[in-house]
């Protein structure tokens, strides 16, 4: 496993994603390559997850400095 710094949750899941289908591709029992490629279909889906969490609290972000500033001109 790489010891890869990663900004968001997103992006750690799609590295874990990548790691198995590397891994998986070099096994030779079927079963254990369709284990490992399974993990990453997990990471994959769990990526996808991530990215719409970080993606609603982006928005949410945004919306909360659009607030703040007009903030005082609805108090004035």
């Known amino acids: 496993m790489s010891e890869t710094k990663t900004d968001t949750f997103s992006q750690y899941y799609r590295i874990r994603a990548d790691e198995c289908r590397e891994t998986g591709s070099l096994f030779r029992d079927p079963q254990a390559r369709a284990k490992m490629f399974k993990l990453a279909i ?14 609603e609290k982006s928005i949410e972000n945004e919306l909360r400095k659009l607030v703040g500033l007009a903030a005082p001109a609805f108090g004035a």
């Open 42 to 55: 997990d990471y994959d889906l769990k990526a996808k997850e991530a990215e719409a969490n970080e993606h």
